[in-house]
Structure formats: structure tokens, C-alpha cells
């Protein structure tokens, strides 16, 4: 059971357009959710996140909006760079009182490839 | 940010031997560490949440017996395959919750090939 799903394997996009990358969940109890960058054959690097009681947060380039109703967050780089390219993953905790992460739950992560 | 580093980052070995990888939380203490696999084009699945100083706690499916894992002290959790098989293959990512907001820092994974 996938608790976290993230549909799209692959998004390609031109350097300096927006990047949208989507996450659906199922579990009704989770509370903060986060998007990693990861490369291969190295661990996960912490993006962005957000507690269910916001939804939105913007650092610099990137913006998360978290749709609680839908279950959807969405992943938003402005503008998007060739240094971008990479996996994104995006992860949900519960029951940690919104504020840390605890356990997550990861997605199957998207391709992100930024074209010159 | 937090460092935690992990060791060895690749290993190649023959079925039936154990491997153990190390995950270090190299400039804060760990009370928690969390062990992960990921497969090719696949999710990062949560293996077992590690405590410092008692029994690791498995996910569903997961064989304790098969991977057990050592918390013995607060920057330091081991993750031991035994008896590896190539089934057994994959890339392996230690994270570490570091006190107070509990925020996550990972490893930079291990990768094991079973031959």
C-alpha cells in the first residue's frame, strides 16, 4: 500500500521555467511533509517542508502548497537551473506532533532534468 | 548542517557472507537513527527504527534475524546482512534524528552487491 505517491517517474523542463512536482497521500494522519533532493548513489538532502496547519512555504527558489482536502502537495522551483537536475522525493511523517520528523514515508520519487 | 556519514558507500561480497555498515552521526548524538532500502526507480522504504540503547524496532516484513541492527551508542548504529544473498542487493541509507526539533540528516547511503 503506497501511502505516498508521487505519479510522475520523469519531468523535463527548460532553464528558467517553473518546475511542478506533485505528491498525493493517502494517510489521513500525517502532519509534515518534506521534499528531498537526492542524487545517485548518495542519501537524500533535505529541500523544504511543511505542517499540515500551513499551506504554503517558500524558501528562496522553492515553494511547497499543501492542498489538506486533496491529500496533494506540490513542489514549485523558480526559476529552474541545469543544477536542479536530480531525483525529488516527496516524504510525510505522522503523529509527531507536525513539528519534527520522526518515521517517513517516502514517494517513489520523479527525474527532474532542467535542459539548458 | 548535521553531518552523518556512512561506511563502507559500496560493497561487493559473496552469497552467504555477512555485511555490516556503519552509520555515524559525526557532530551531534543520534537517540534515534532510521535504516532505509531503496531499489532501482524505487521509493526509500523504511527497514527499522534504531534506539539508542535497546531493541531495534522492524517494519512489517522486514526479517530482524536477517538484518540486524546494533545501536550501541549515540553516534553509532551498525546495520549487519547476514548470510546475503542477492536478493539482498540494494542501496542502503542510514538517517539520524538529531534532538530538539528531531529533524533528519542522512547518510550517503551504502550500496551491496551480493555475487
Known amino acids: 500500500d503506497q501511502q505516498v505517491k508521487q505519479n510522475s517517474p520523469s519531468l523535463s523542463v527548460q532553464e528558467g521555467r517553473i518546475s511542478i512536482l506533485n505528491c498525493d497521500y493517502t494517510?489521513?494522519?500525517?502532519?509534515?511533509f518534506l521534499w528531498y533532493k537526492k542524487y545517485p548513489a548518495e542519501g537524500p538532502t533535505f529541500l523544504i517542508s511543511?505542517?499540515?496547519?500551513?499551506d504554503k512555504n517558500e524558501d528562496g527558489r522553492f515553494t511547497v502548497f499543501l492542498n489538506k482536502s486533496a491529500k496533494h502537495l506540490s513542489l514549485h522551483i523558480v526559476p529552474s537551473q541545469p543544477g536542479d537536475s536530480a531525483v525529488y522525493f516527496c516524504?510525510?511523517?505522522?503523529?509527531?506532533?507536525?513539528?519534527?520528523?520522526?518515521?517517513?514515508?517516502f514517494g517513489q520519487g520523479t527525474i527532474l532534468t532542467v535542459h539548458p | 548542517g548535521a553531518v552523518v556519514s556512512q561506511h563502507p558507500s559500496w560493497v561487493i561480497c559473496k552469497s552467504g557472507t555477512s555485511v555490516k555498515i556503519e552509520c555515524r552521526s559525526l557532530?551531534?548524538?543520534?537517540?534515534?537513527m532510521f535504516w532505509y532500502r531503496q531499489f532501482p526507480k524505487q521509493s526509500l522504504m523504511l527497514m527499522a527504527t534504531?534506539?539508542?540503547?535497546?531493541?531495534?524496532?522492524?517494519e512489517q516484513g522486514v526479517e530482524k534475524d536477517k538484518f540486524l541492527i546494533n545501536h550501541a551508542s549515540l553516534t553509532l548504529s551498525t546495520l549487519t546482512v547476514t548470510s546475503a544473498h542477492p536478493e539482498d542487493s540494494s542501496f542502503y541509507i542510514c538517517?539520524?534524528?538529531?534532538?530538539?526539533?528531531?529533524?533528519?540528516?542522512f547518510g550517503e547511503g551504502s550500496r551491496l552487491t551480493v555475487l
Open positions: 538517517s539520524a534524528s538529531k534532538g530538539g526539533t528531531g529533524e533528519l540528516f
Open positions: 494517510n489521513s494522519m500525517f502532519d509534515y
Open positions: 511543511i505542517s499540515s496547519i500551513k
Open positions: 516524504a510525510a511523517s505522522a503523529g509527531a506532533g507536525g513539528t519534527s520528523y520522526g518515521k517517513l514515508t
Open positions: 557532530d551531534f548524538q543520534a537517540t534515534t
Open positions: 534504531s534506539n539508542e540503547g535497546s531493541k531495534a524496532t522492524y
